[in-house]
C-alpha cells in the first residue's frame, strides 16, 4: 500500500479558496486512482472526488462540482483538491486516499478506496 500525507488545511472566510495537497511515498504512486473524502462535525465520511492514475479522469460529488477541482503530478507524487468559493458547509476533516483500478486509465467504486492519509482540517467561517 501507498503511504499517503495531507496538508493545506487551515481557516479560510466563506466564497474564499484553499489548495489541499497528498503526498504519496513509494514508487507506486503512478498506479493508484487518488481520492478524497471529507467528515464533517456529526456527519458521515463523505466522497468528495477522485482521478484515475493517468489520463485525467475526474469524478465529484454533486455538492462540490464546479467549485472543487482534483489533479495530480505523478512526477512528485501527488495528488491535489484546489477547493473554490467555500461555504460553511465545507468545513470537515478532510482525507486524501488511493485504490488500485482495473486500469491506469479507470476510476473505480468508491468502496474500493483503501489506503488513508492523515486528515487535513478545513474551517470556513461565514
Known amino acids: 500500500q501507498v503511504q499517503l500525507a495531507a496538508s493545506g488545511g487551515g481557516l479560510v472566510q466563506a466564497g474564499g479558496s484553499l489548495r489541499l495537497s497528498c503526498t504519496g511515498s513509494?514508487?507506486?504512486?503512478?498506479?493508484?486512482?487518488m481520492g478524497w473524502f471529507r467528515q464533517g462535525p456529526g456527519k458521515e465520511r463523505e466522497f468528495v472526488a477522485q482521478i484515475a492514475p493517468i489520463g485525467g479522469s475526474t469524478i465529484y460529488s454533486r455538492g462540490v462540482k464546479g467549485r472543487f477541482t482534483i489533479s495530480r503530478d505523478n512526477a512528485k507524487s501527488t495528488a491535489y483538491l484546489q477547493m473554490n468559493s467555500l461555504n460553511a458547509e465545507d468545513t470537515a476533516v478532510y482525507y486524501c486516499?488511493?485504490?488500485?483500478?482495473?486500469?491506469?486509465?479507470?476510476?473505480?467504486?468508491?468502496?474500493?478506496?483503501?489506503?488513508w492519509g492523515q486528515g487535513t482540517q478545513v474551517i470556513v467561517s461565514s
Open positions: 513509494g514508487r507506486s504512486f503512478s498506479g493508484y486512482a
Open positions: 486516499s488511493a485504490a488500485r483500478p482495473e486500469t491506469k486509465f479507470s476510476t473505480v467504486p468508491t468502496s474500493a478506496f483503501d489506503s
